[in-house]
């Protein structure tokens, strides 16, 4: 096995292992983005839900973002790398140039160069989207996009296990 598909696998059943524990919802999303960026050698990472009315996003939690960046505004379902919430995973190379990208000048002042989409889906329906951030430019492997998409099913089932529990 080589090395980064191997770091996949350990960071994969660490993330199984904070989805599975007794924590909060906020720290297990918390560990999550955290897990995938240190695993992809990322910038940062965030988990953003939409809205009842699926016309925004919401940064639920975060990893190696400035608060400032996270709050840079209303992230538009509809302009912001839109095809993730039809269900496919997109890569942004130049997130400084592409039309996808909303908050452009503030994805230059933050140092992103490019963005993994991933959309969260639970029971067939995009809830969310998984973003990776990188400060250099990177072309994503279909290794990449395959363990952030077994990561974005599992943070899934974390959502769903939360919103079970506070109806118990």
Not at 65 to 91: C, F, M
């Amino acid at each position: 096995m080589d090395t980064q598909a191997n770091k996949y696998y350990h960071s994969l059943y660490e993330i199984a292992a904070a989805v599975n524990s007794a924590g909060s919802p906020e720290n297990i999303l918390n560990s999550v983005v955290e897990l995938i960026a240190k695993a992809m050698d990322t910038k940062g990472c965030s988990l953003m839900l939409t809205t009842t009315d699926r016309k925004l996003l919401l940064h639920t939690a975060s990893y190696g973002l400035s608060n400032s960046y996270i709050r840079k505004g209303p992230v538009s379902a509809d302009r912001s790398i839109a095809e993730a919430l039809w269900g496919h995973p997109v890569a942004v190379v130049n997130a400084i140039e592409d039309d996808r990208i909303q908050y452009r000048k503030q994805a230059k002042e933050e140092g992103i160069a490019s963005i993994l989409s991933v959309p969260v889906m639970l029971k067939g329906v995009v809830i969310g989207v998984i973003r990776l951030y990188t400060a250099e430019p990177r072309y994503f492997s279909d290794s990449d996009i395959y363990f952030v998409g077994a990561v974005a099913n599992l943070g899934a089932i974390a959502l769903e296990n939360a919103r079970c529990s506070i109806r118990l």
